[in-house]
């Protein structure tokens, strides 16, 4: 049997508890290089916003940091690592740092046993690269990457880039040893019942942690009890956090968000009008940072654009010289400004700006 490397039960406790996992943008300068000052900045922004970890080299990081034109998937990993171990170092506190893995079984084993030797924690993997294959090939992908690195399973909307996954594949990925998390987001309720069940059915509630990939229904996620019969019996399964492209801004008021559904899950409380309100407003600040009136197509820009304004980052720029904000784009992340003041975290930022920039 092969040996699947465990993280340390300190992480395995974060996880379990819930906290907010930004997807870590990726800072360019006006040239489109690695700005690592405001790299460093985004991570101590995160570090100090509460998040329980970060999440590097995924969608938002921008896959094209693998490309040999561009060779940066090492070194953002390692800016990364080295930025949040200084900052474990300085205040006690461990930070998860999930690794983005994707790409053929070569190109994924090989990212994690990179990313393992960096000091992340767990691998999320992106079967994206993999769309015509079968179940059981799937499964033998992740297998053999979690030979190299603990898993975090990622379902990933099919209008990005990723494949339907249904519910056989997730029964058996939730049997791979150490799978020890998943994040759902295919922004599809019936695709993310199918992980839910599946986990149940396998057996491991509350074995495997639950996050919220869901841009489009967040607080829902976060308050929702699953309760799934099997076998007679019945499961209680809830989406303990996020990872969230839509947590890389605002990000110390998702702390505050996820903070407030812990309280009204632990104190059983009944979910209020204000609760359910404040829920569409995240989803409509949401549609203006992710761009789904375009398909999706400024969902980098538009947070790019949100960190800008902060004084973040210097501008929009993208690897991808095309990819930008969509028309009228900008004017929808102005008009959320004006109607959710109290979503955002700009005095936050304003205050510890300076140091981040140091």
């Avoid at 991570?43 to 590097?56: E, F, H, K, M």
């Avoid at 930025?83 to 506190?93: I, M, N, S, V, Y």
């Avoid at 019942?193 to 489009?216: C, F, H, M, Q, S």
């Avoid at 019945?234 to 839509?246: F, P, Y």
């Amino acid at each position: 049997m092969p040996a699947y490397p465990m993280p340390s039960q300190e992480i395995l406790d974060i996880l379990h508890q819930g906290t907010v996992i930004p997807a870590h943008p990726l800072a360019l300068t006006a040239q489109r290089k690695l700005d690592e000052k405001r790299q460093r900045a985004l991570t101590r922004y995160y570090a100090d916003s509460g998040a329980g970890g970060i999440a590097v080299g995924v969608h938002t990081t921008q896959f094209a940091i693998r490309s040999p034109e561009h060779g940066l998937f090492r070194p953002v990993l390692e800016l990364a690592a080295e930025t949040a171990c200084r900052w474990e170092r300085k205040t006690g506190r461990r930070i998860v740092k999930v690794a983005g893995l994707c790409g053929p079984t070569a190109q994924a084993a090989s990212e994690a046993e990179f990313a393992r030797s960096t000091g992340y924690d767990i691998g999320l993997l992106s079967l994206a690269a993999l769309k015509d294959a079968d179940d059981p090939a799937l499964i033998a992908h992740c297998r053999a990457v979690a030979e190299a690195m603990p898993l975090f399973g990622f379902y990933l909307q099919p209008s990005v880039g990723g494949r339907i996954l249904g519910l056989d594949f997730w029964r058996k990925f939730a049997e791979i040893p150490n799978a020890v998390a998943i994040k759902m987001a295919p922004f599809n309720r019936y695709q993310t019942l199918d992980v839910l069940r599946a986990v149940a059915e396998a057996g491991r509630a509350g074995e495997i942690a639950l996050y919220t990939g869901n841009d489009d229904n967040i607080v829902l996620d976060l308050l929702t009890e699953y309760r799934i019969p099997v076998e007679g019996k019945e499961a209680s399964l809830r989406i303990v956090g996020g990872l969230l492209g839509h947590w890389a801004v605002w990000t110390q008021k998702a702390v505050e968000l996820l903070k407030e559904a812990r309280r009204i899950i632990g104190n059983d409380s009944p979910v209020s009008q204000e609760m359910l309100t404040r829920a569409i407003q995240v989803t409509d600040s949401n549609a203006a940072f992710f761009d789904p009136a375009h398909s999706f197509a400024g969902c980098i820009a538009g947070l790019h654009e949100v960190l800008r304004r902060q004084g973040l980052m210097q501008g929009l720029w993208c690897l991808d010289p095309e990819e930008c904000l969509s028309p009228g784009q900008s004017a929808e992340i102005d008009r959320v400004y004006r109607a959710y003041p109290h979503l955002n975290d700009d005095a936050f930022v304003a205050e510890r700006l300076e140091e981040w920039l140091a």
